[in-house]
């Protein structure tokens, strides 16, 4: 089951802002609110903001990407970072590397014991896909040794962050990088876990040679999808629709990323659970911020996913900021929004 959160004074303003989404803050925001308010202006914000649902977020798929901990990991070790997140309510965590500049050495059977410990599954990994030197710690260059030490770890999930744009931004190009994430897939497969690709936002540009044609929808059919997963960055996708919602030619292109998971659910077994700010004048359309502090539809994007018939416990959320103004105050924000969503009734 997911742990609650300790009390978070915060989170008041957060339910606040979520209202017009129609966020349900419920008895365990009214817990997480605790000292920050009086009984009744706790009541107050609940009935505002939400319905009595169930918590859209499933029991024990909460976790974290521990790049938005690098800075902590690298000071004070994995040890005192695990023992932070186990008390704001993680049940998951996906490593970026397995020592992020780790303050004193650590081997994998350490790094294992020691997430277990505090109650943490390590759930998934974020490796390069590939690399001119031939020594180098990717997909391409060391898949065994690669795919030996997410074995080790337990790891269910192995995957990569960098997009398939390895031969170039054709449609062939993104055919033939398809092929290596099959093979790359089929290997992982037979060791009992799940390749998988983390988008940003380029993703959903158009194929430099056919701009009728949406590289990721390239992705998504030259895939395996018995071989080949996703781990959509839901931020990133949504940046993906302000940025490319419009062919190079100006013709309309809108798309929208919860349909491809709704479409696809299985290939979905991961998720980045990040935020962001509406901002037009932004390239990417959004400034990032604290999971909750943003205008993506969390209560909606997660419960469209969960309400789909036996996908509840098929999917895990990893919240993630690329650079948190204090990393620790994101992880304890984030999990609080999170567990504080209802479903509308």
Not at 26 to 34: F, K, N, S, V
Not at 86 to 92: L, M, R, S, T, W
Request: charged share 25%; with cysteine; hydrophobic share 35%.
């Amino acid at each position: 089951m997911s742990r609650i959160s300790q009390p978070d004074p915060e989170l008041t303003h957060r339910l606040t802002r979520r209202g017009m989404l129609g966020v349900a803050a419920g008895a365990t925001a009214a817990a997480l609110l605790g000292a920050a308010a009086t009984p009744a202006t706790a009541a107050e914000t609940a009935d505002k903001t939400s319905g009595r649902g169930r918590p859209v977020l499933p029991p024990g798929r909460l976790g974290i990407q521990l790049y938005s901990l690098r800075d902590k990991v690298s000071t004070l070790g994995f040890a005192p970072v695990f023992a932070e997140l186990e008390k704001y309510g993680y049940d998951e965590v996906e490593f970026a590397g397995y020592t992020q500049g780790s303050a004193g050495p650590i081997t994998l059977a350490q790094l294992k014991r020691l997430a277990r410990d505090h109650g943490l599954n390590p759930i998934g990994s974020h490796v390069g896909y590939y690399s001119d030197d031939p020594n180098a710690y990717t997909f391409a260059q060391n898949l065994t040794k690669v795919l030996d030490d997410a074995q080790a770890l337990g790891l269910k999930h192995i995957g990569t962050a960098s997009g398939p744009f390895r031969y170039g931004s054709t449609v062939d190009a993104w055919k033939r990088a398809a092929e290596e994430f099959n093979t790359y897939g089929a290997a992982a497969k037979a060791r009992g876990m799940k390749f998988y690709q983390h988008n940003h936002s380029e993703e959903f540009s158009f194929a430099t040679d056919n701009p009728n044609v949406r590289l990721y929808d390239v992705l998504l059919k030259e895939t395996d999808p018995d071989l080949v997963f996703l781990e959509m960055d839901i931020y990133w996708a949504y940046s993906g629709q302000f940025r490319f919602s419009t062919r190079p030619d100006g013709t309309p292109a809108p798309f929208e990323p919860l349909n491809y998971v709704l479409r696809q659910p299985h290939r979905y077994p991961l998720f980045h659970v990040k935020d962001g700010v509406s901002d037009p004048s932004n390239t990417y359309g959004y400034r990032m911020t604290d999971v909750g502090d943003g205008d993506i539809d969390y209560q909606k994007f997660i419960s469209a996913v969960t309400r789909l018939r036996g996908e509840r416990l098929a999917h895990h959320w990893q919240a993630e900021h690329d650079q948190p103004t204090e990393s620790f105050t994101f992880a304890r924000r984030s999990s609080a929004y999170l567990h504080s969503l209802r479903e509308k009734c």
